[in-house]
């Protein structure tokens, strides 16, 4: 491999957002450098574990869709030239009272980008899906083409591909801060300062730390995930669909199908509260949390009451608004960053890191991702 006369770029964070922008960085000819306070693939922040659901009818807005139709096509892209399976297409149900706002999203986006999502009747779903336990007045929605991505294994993979395309790695080697620097970015860790051309912030739960923008606050929301062990092959890969719920009282959950001995992984994706510091995250679930799940699937999937698994916590970086933050920093226009993803990001990965090494690169925000641009804030 020839070495790179590219700009350098400095990315800091290397999650799923950081691990895919130093890939196509690296792919674009730039020299990179890739930042992680902690060893890759950590268990601290917002990118391990096994899986994320992936769709593309979006209810928390239609101007995701374009967004998760380029992803779709990358995530096919990424799994073929990396010869891993990171996308499994099961399909996704959505189901939801009437006049909630996940149905009512839902709907939207749908309509406003003629999606091939089928509404399902009542005897559809005792048909299709009888594990699960639905109220007569709900309606659901199949996406056919969604389904859920490898969460850790895709970091490790783009990684691993940035590093074959030229990137410098850097594990273990905390950010303490950066500063603009004449037509360039200075980087300090403990080692000292390093100067780059561009720089790409993809922090995570860190990223006030590092942007400082205090009109667009990120705050560490700490999750827990769990696991339940079904007594029945009804729930294994290729008979069960990832789903979400939406109940009467907004409170939403989510899961997946039984894919390795720990079970069925489900999780609540609303409640919870912000905490001060990533580091202050406890190891153990919030008060509340389990017996939430516990009530769930009692009333909806009942086959998985009572049977107890693992538990694995996250942290969420949400936004106030609980949407992406994709920008320039307004202190240097050669530093751009993504934060705020807010439970809700990781199905973007490709395109995630196709958009950062755009703006990096070419000085321009990609025409899809405007409408998470740190304006509306401020």
């Known amino acids: 491999m020839k070495p790179s006369t590219g700009p350098s770029v400095a990315v800091i964070g290397a999650g799923m957002a950081g691990s895919a922008a130093a890939m196509h960085l690296a792919r674009r000819g730039a020299r990179v450098t890739l930042f992680e306070q902690f060893g890759f693939g950590h268990d601290r922040g917002s990118s391990h574990g096994a899986t994320r659901l992936f769709r593309i009818a979006y209810f928390e807005h239609p101007d995701y869709v374009p967004i998760l139709q380029r992803a779709y096509a990358l995530w096919k892209s990424l799994e073929a030239e990396s010869g891993e399976t990171l996308f499994h297409e099961t399909g996704v149900l ?13 709907a939207k ?3 406003d980008h003629d999606l091939p999502v089928a509404q399902l009747s009542a005897s559809d779903i005792a048909h299709a899906h009888p594990q699960l336990t639905l109220p007569s007045h709900f309606i659901a929605y199949f996406e056919r083409e969604a389904g859920f991505v490898m969460a850790g294994k895709t970091v490790e993979t783009q990684i691993r591909l940035a590093r074959d395309a030229g990137a410098s790695l850097r594990p273990a080697t905390p950010v303490l801060g950066w500063t603009p620097a004449a037509e360039g970015v200075s980087v300090e860790t ?8 561009r720089a790409v912030i993809t922090a995570g739960a860190w990223a006030n730390g590092l942007l400082n ?8 929301w700490p999750r827990t995930l769990f696991w339940r062990r079904p007594q029945t092959e009804g729930f294994a890969l290729g008979r069960f669909a990832c789903f979400a719920v939406e109940e009467e009282d907004g409170r939403f959950f ?8 720990d079970g069925v992984k489900v999780a ?10 990533p580091e202050d995250r406890g190891d153990a679930p919030e008060p509340g949390e389990s017996e939430a799940i516990d009530a769930f699937l009692a009333a909806r999937i009942p086959a998985l009451a009572g049977r107890p698994g693992k538990f694995q916590r996250c942290l969420y970086e949400v936004s106030p608004d609980h949407h992406f933050l994709i920008d320039r ?3 240097s226009d050669r530093v751009v960053f993504a934060a705020g993803l807010s439970g809700h990001g990781f ?13 990096a690169l070419d000085g321009e925000t990609p025409q899809h991702f405007r409408f998470l641009s740190l304006a509306r804030f401020v």
Request: negative net charge; without cysteine.
């Open 94 to 106: 959505q189901a939801g009272a009437p006049g909630g706002g996940f149905m009512q999203g839902l």
């Open 109 to 111: 986006a749908i309509a």
């Open 190 to 197: 403990a080692a000292g300062a390093e100067i780059f051309d």
């Open 213 to 220: 923008l205090p009109k667009a606050d990120v705050k560490p």
């Open 254 to 261: 989510y899961g997946f199908p039984a894919i390795d001995g």
């Open 268 to 277: 609540e994706h609303s409640g919870g509260h912000a905490i001060a510091r």
């Open 329 to 331: 920093h307004p202190l």
């Open 347 to 359: 199905k973007f990965s490709p395109a995630l890191g196709e958009a950062l090494a755009a703006m």
